[in-house]
Structures are given as structure tokens and as C-alpha cells.
């Protein structure tokens, strides 16, 4: 596969405007996690809690993706996405003038911004219908980059709550989602021929298919832990090491980084030598990661009265924990683009649909990542218990892969026109 082919392939404005789009709807998903600090701040919420709240949009994400995926293969991506990110305009807003006063609004702000996690069913198809099978990988990685939103909202969004207040934030996103759906109305194309029709009960069809569901769990440990990482890691910092708001979004925006840049190097890797293949090396690594930070120590707390530790105030343990979670991230962003390489070579006609259907299985991998840890928090009074359990769904992963790989490559993907 050459680049210079590449170029000449598709239609660059449609996937230019397709990763802005995630991008943006991205920074609103997941902007609870770096914000709950500030936002719970003199409301009677536990950690256990906090971990709860931000894990409700990546919950409301994944209910919202299968009746977007199924919008967009009706109407079209284009439309679908106008209206979605209208919805969460409007709900930002909201926030913007009145703010946030109890842990039921903030639950259902969570559930609002749900809707932008649900753009995956949107941008990911638009883009890839545009593109032959042997780019498949390249394509969904780079309209799934715009995951990188995370990176931005943990990396300014604490600081602009430190001197602004958190709803400044918003009103900032605001600003920028305006932006971008302007971009998105002008360059944003559906594809020729792309628009299909699905029914409900063609849902029953595709999960009925024992692929579907492979995909679904794949992608469950994948984005899941990805997207679950990224909502929980700014209250594991503040908990765990004691690390100020600030302190605590650099250093995820850090390990985020990871994943969402090398997201389209995951599906470009696919590309060459195969998802399976490279899935299978990932899920190692994911599981080793995992393990790993499972038995970190936790660090000393601050005098009475210090808010929390500051970067260069942080104990070594502190960053032994960023290098573990960089490479773990890394290697689910790594397996994000993977996923995706394989997923349009089996359900190519049904791809809208059947990317609501896996994104919504890795938003539920992400609420319950978010959950478990949530869990051993409160049940054991540290994070090792869920580390340890995720560690061991990684390795069923790999396990499912071996059991599938001769049967993948025998049946669909000898006809596809790409390396399985």
C-alpha cells in the first residue's frame, strides 16, 4: 500500500471533517473526568461516586450509538450528525448559564453528553465508505483519531477551571462545537450509493452471527478500556497519588496521547500484516500493563491543609504509573485501529450499523471499567482488584483470537482484498 495511492483515494475533505467531528464530540464525552473535581467540589459525593458520574456518559454513549448507527444508514451519516451534535449544543448551553447543584444533574448532564460519544456510529462510516477495502485500516484510524479530544480536554480543561471556573470550560467547548459543525455542514459529503436501509430486527440478524459478537468483545476490552482509562484516570491520580487537578490532567493527557495518536498506526499496521496478528501481539501487552499498575503502591498524601502534590512534587511511583499506563493505552489505541481494519471487511454494507453495534459494546467496556474500579475502590479501599480482573479479560481476548483466526482467514477474508 502506497500513501501517494492513498491521497488519491476517497474523498479527503469528508474525512478531514469526519475526524474533526469525533474530535469535538469527543472533548464533550469524556469532559466529566477531568472536571468532576471541580464540578463535586462542596457536594457531598464519595470517590467511589465521582468514579460513577463520569462513567455515565461512556454508558450513555453506548445506548445512543446502535439508534444513531441505525439513523445513519437510514438518512445518511451527514444529516444524522447535524442533528446529534445539535442535541448536545443545546445541553452545554444548559450548563454554560445554570451550572450543575447535585449529583442528579450532574447524572443526567452525563447522560446528555452521551450523545456525543455516539458520534462514533457517525464519523467512522462516513468516512470509510468512501475508501476501497486495502485502506480500510489507515481510514478508520484516522477518522478515529479525533479521540484525541481527550487529550485536550485533560490538558487545558483543569487549567481553565483553576482560573476560570469550571463552567467556562463549557463555554469554551460551546464555542468550539459551533465551530466545527460549520466545518462539518460545508465539507462533509455521505458517500455515493453508501446509504442503506436497516430495520431493528436486522439487529437480531447481525448478533445472531457469532462474528458480531466477537468483534463486540474485542473491541469491549479495546475502546473500552481506552475510553474507561481516560474518564478514570484523573480521579485515580488525585486518589491514589494525591496529584492536584492540574497535575493530574497532564499527566493523562500524556497517556492519552498515546492511544489516540497511535490509533491510525494500529490500523496501519493491520493493513500490513493483519488485525488478527496484530491484535494478538496488543492484548499481551494491554494484559502485562494492566497487572502491572494493578500492584503500584500508592503515594504519601500531602500536609494538612496542601490542596494535593503538584508535577514536579509527584513521588516516582506517580510516573512509574504514567509509563505503564502510556504503553497500556497506547497498545488500546493500537487496537482500536485494528479492530476497525477487520470490521469493514466482514460487515462492509452493514458497516453504520454494525459501528453503533461494537461502538456501543466498547462504550459499555468503558462504563464498566470505570464501575469495576469504582467497585474495588469502595469494596477493598484500592484500584488492584479491577486492574487485576481487566488484566485477565485482555488475556481472554487473545484467547478468542487464536480460536477464530483460521476461520476468519478461510472464510471471508480469503475474498476480502485484505490482510486478515
Known sequence: MKLSDFKKAGHWPTLLAAFLYFDISFMAWVSLGPLMIYISKGMPISVEDKLSLVAIPVLGGAFFRVPLGLLADAIGPKMTGILAQAIVMFAVSLVCVFGLSSSIAIALFGLSL???????????????????????????????????????DTLFAPSIAEAYGWQAVYGVLLALMVLVLLIYSLAAKDAPGGKTTIALADYGRMLADSDSRWFMFFYFITFGGF??????????????YHATGVAAGLMVALIVAFGSGFRPVGGYIADRIGGV??????????SACYFAVAFLPAGPAPAKGVAGWGLMQLPPVAFAAVALFSVGVLSLGMGNGAVFQLLPQRFRR??????????????FGGFFLAKTLAYSKGATGGFTAGFVFFGFLALLGLVGLIFVKTRWRTTWGAVSGARI
Do not use: D, H
Not at 277 to 286: E, R
Not at 353 to 360: I, P, R, S
Open 350 to 363: 452493514e458497516i453504520g450499523a454494525m459501528t453503533g453495534l461494537v461502538g456501543a459494546a466498547g462504550g
Open 227 to 240: 475510553v474507561g482509562l481516560a474518564s478514570a484516570l484523573p480521579l485515580y491520580f488525585t486518589t491514589q
Open 114 to 152: 452521551g450523545v456525543a460519544g455516539a458520534s462514533f456510529a457517525v464519523a467512522l462510516p462516513q468516512a470509510g465508505r468512501w475508501y476501497p477495502p486495502q485502506y480500510q485500516g489507515l481510514v478508520m484510524g484516522i477518522a478515529g483519531a479525533g479521540n484525541m479530544g481527550v487529550v485536550l
Open 277 to 286: 496478528k496484530t491484535l494478538c501481539f496488543l492484548f499481551v501487552l494491554v
